[in-house]
């Protein structure tokens, strides 16, 4: 059982240029935690440093209260899942699981008993006496999940496990992986670009950019309230809508007023904006496409925040639509019901749900609420 | 697409062949049949494949010959073309190893280098090389001679080997490390055998050259006790007249291990064997 703590950690490759910039995590024992971001913002370095297959080049890692920096991976009790799998070709599927166990001196009887265990919680039972090639993808990562079991690790560490799975049986695996968790409570770090397994999966996220942490929290803080404009558009899909344009004061009442847009903000936000002093200057707003509505209901609800926009594209997926509009030059997507009778190239009225908007400052992008 | 070549085109394809298999077969059964034969029937105007005498006199005389030079040779050839073929593969293992996974400074410095050796032709080298052996009192030994035969081995096995590891997926290396595994057991036990085919072909390649040379072993092996099989074969050589039929029973003994090294060392030969232990 094992806390994981990251103390100002730092990784750079040459002098000048940090991979990982002042890292500070404190991983509760038992906790699922994903590591997101687009590629190259450090998530595998970071993951790899704590499995020891990076040096740290500044900072200290903890694992259990144990300073671990110049440990070698073997001694770091951590199991590690590769997003190629990293199953030895020349091994049969069961030499592949005892292998970790045969190095440690474990006795014959236990890896065997270990082994058929983690096999049978895997479903791959059947497989254990054929070699890797003979394996189709999903049934190689169950093997890589497997082997990583058996080892009953402090920590488990997996870079990207699914995505090279298809769509479907990506899934599927998402599932069996959170199933997987709660059976064996152990701590998990899960290193993913697709924010939807980082939502699915996560006790916490942490969203990384350039290095640098932009946000931790659970996935509800995370997507209700993004720290910047960074997370606001990583995270959800499609992906948050922003308007440029500034907040003017106007008899006693605060507007975000942009070309083909006048929407009155709501009272209880006054202090924060007034705080941040953006009043009467630039700024962002964010809102999701989920918030942005077409009944004629909820254009009577909010008749102060409603906009004009030319609809371009109409995406029916289904249960729901997605409408690609165009707001005076800004663009703008809403995610209405697919009853919706929104055609292409008309001209309509939406309302802004304004209880559920973001406003960032327009310069450093940071959120004011 | 096999259905669609017509039949005319399926005969001329096979003639073709056959007639180049037999272009690349016939040199070694003439020579195969020049062994059976006695030395008067070489010197016929006529063409027989098939020897009107059949004769094993040839090769009983390369086994009878005064000292055991003949046995002399091939244990000599022997000796030296394996312990060649063992060290450039553990040593060109070893270096194409670093070069594959390791940074260092003059890393690209040691791999121009191996290739430089390669630029100049064997006649050039000679000399310093004869100069070499010379002062290190090597002359006339097999370490000198392995040594010489190591120079033109090494280069090839090794950048032949660093692209074979360049190619074999690092997560393995790290999930062995996770796993617990050292440097060295990551490379013994995980790395070498995915390599078996790539060892395969340089150790025999390392074979072949150290087998089949003769300049050095010339230049270097003065002594008839000390000759290699290529260079035992010239004695059959005179100046006004050549024993043929010695030659040729010779030149087969030579090509046996060699068809007995390739069939062993074939299974090894398939590629393919790191497919599945990672994507694609």
């Not at chain 1, 924010?195 to 990384?208: K, L, N």
């Not at chain 2, 007639?19 to 016939?26: G, P």
């Not at chain 2, 040594?147 to 393995?172: G, H, N, Q, R």
């Amino acid at each position: 059982m094992a806390r994981v703590q990251l103390k100002h950690v730092y990784k750079r490759y040459t002098a000048d240029v940090a991979t990982v910039k002042d890292f500070n995590l404190d991983i509760a024992d038992r906790e699922f935690l994903v590591l997101v971001g687009p590629s190259g913002c450090g998530k595998s370095t970071t993951l790899r440093m704590i499995a020891g297959l990076e040096e740290i080049t500044e900072g200290e890692l903890l694992i259990g209260d144990r300073l671990v920096n110049d440990v070698h991976p073997k001694d770091r009790d951590i199991a590690m899942v590769f997003q190629n799998y990293a199953l030895y070709p020349h091994m049969s599927i069961y030499e592949n699981m005892a292998f970790g166990l045969k190095l440690r001196k474990v006795s014959k009887a236990e890896i065997d008993k270990r082994v058929r265990d983690a096999a049978k919680i895997l479903d791959i039972e059947h497989l254990l006496d054929r070699k890797p090639k003979a394996l189709s993808g999903g049934q190689r990562q169950r093997v890589a999940l497997g082997r990583a079991i058996v080892r009953e690790p402090q920590v488990f560490l997996m870079d990207e496990p699914l995505s090279n799975l298809d769509a479907k049986l990506r899934v599927q695996m998402r599932a069996e992986i959170a199933k997987l968790h709660q059976r064996l409570q152990t701590t998990v770090i899960y290193v993913t670009h697709d924010q939807t397994e980082a939502m699915t999966m996560g006790d916490r996220i942490v969203v990384m950019k350039d290095g640098l942490i932009q946000q931790v929290g659970t996935p509800q803080e995370i997507y209700n309230h993004p720290n910047n404009v960074f997370v606001a558009s990583f995270i959800g899909s499609p992906s948050m809508n922003f308007l440029r344009g500034n907040l003017v004061e106007e008899g006693g009442a605060l507007f975000f007023r942009a070309e083909g847009a006048n929407v009155r903000l709501p009272e209880g936000r006054y202090a924060a904006l007034r705080e941040a002093g953006v009043v009467g200057k630039e700024v962002i707003l964010g809102i999701r496409p989920e918030n942005v509505h077409d009944e004629p209901m909820v254009l009577d609800t909010f008749p102060d925040s409603t906009v004009q926009a030319d609809v371009e594209v109409v995406e029916l997926l289904g249960a729901e639509s997605y409408v690609y509009l165009n707001l005076a030059g800004q663009s703008l997507v809403a995610r209405v019901a697919a009853r919706s009778e929104i055609k292409p190239l008309t001209k309509v009225s939406l309302a802004l749900d304004i209880n559920k908007i973001h406003v960032f400052h327009a310069d450093t992008e940071q959120a004011i609420f | 697409m096999i259905n669609r070549i017509s039949w005319t085109e399926r005969v001329l394809v096979h003639a073709v062949l056959i007639l180049f298999a037999v272009i690349a077969v016939f040199p070694f059964l003439w020579l195969l049949s020049t062994s059976f034969k006695p030395a008067a029937e070489i010197f016929t105007s006529e063409i027989h494949l098939v020897p009107e005498t059949f004769t094993w006199e040839n090769y009983q005389y390369l086994f009878a010959m005064k000292d055991n030079l003949f046995l002399k040779w091939i244990w000599n050839s022997v000796f030296v073309a394996l312990l060649t073929t063992v060290l450039a593969v553990f040593l060109s293992a070893t270096t194409a190893y670093a070069l594959s996974r390791f940074n260092f400074p003059g890393k690209r410095g040691v791999m121009y280098s191996f290739l430089l050796t390669q630029m100049f032709p064997a006649a050039i080298l000679i000399v310093p090389l004869y100069n070499l052996i010379k002062n290190l009192g090597l002359l006339n030994s097999y370490t000198g001679l392995i040594l010489a035969y190591m120079t033109t081995a090494l280069p090839f096995c090794v950048w032949m080997l660093k692209s074979y590891f360049d190619s074999i997926p690092v997560e393995l290396e790290e999930a062995a490390k996770v796993d617990g595994l050292n440097t060295w057991g990551t490379f013994y036990r995980i790395v070498l055998p995915l390599a078996l085919p790539g060892l395969a072909v340089t150790g025999f390649f390392a074979f072949i050259t150290a087998w089949n040379e003769f300049l050095f072993a010339l230049t270097f092996m003065s002594e008839q006790s000390a000759y290699t099989l290529p260079v035992g074969l010239r004695t059959f050589v005179f100046q006004f007249r050549t024993d043929w039929h010695y030659m040729s029973a010779g030149a087969v003994l030579i090509t046996i291990p060699v068809l007995l090294f390739f069939a062993v060392a074939q299974r090894w030969l398939v590629s393919g064997l790191t497919a599945g232990g990672s994507k694609g």
